[in-house]
């Protein structure tokens, strides 16, 4: 994306580079930490659901 965004703005100037490079960085980042999210949530979910599997069903007794 890095680079077609470079190639998009089609400039040299290294302020722009500078702050398109910055950008890609913290946008990889927040990537990152997203998936790490979804699979931490995926995770909680996945135990839940065992917990819920494993426990016995309520049941009403008739008197």
Do not use: C, F, W
Request: hydrophobic share 45%.
């Amino acid at each position: 994306m890095a680079k077609a965004l470079l190639g998009y703005m089609s400039s040299t100037d290294p302020r722009i580079v500078s702050q398109l490079s910055s950008e890609n960085r913290r946008l990889r980042q927040r990537v990152a930490d997203l998936e790490a999210a979804v699979m931490r949530l995926q995770a909680e979910n996945d135990k839940l659901a065992a917990a819920v599997h494993d426990e016995p069903l309520l049941t009403l007794e008739h008197a």
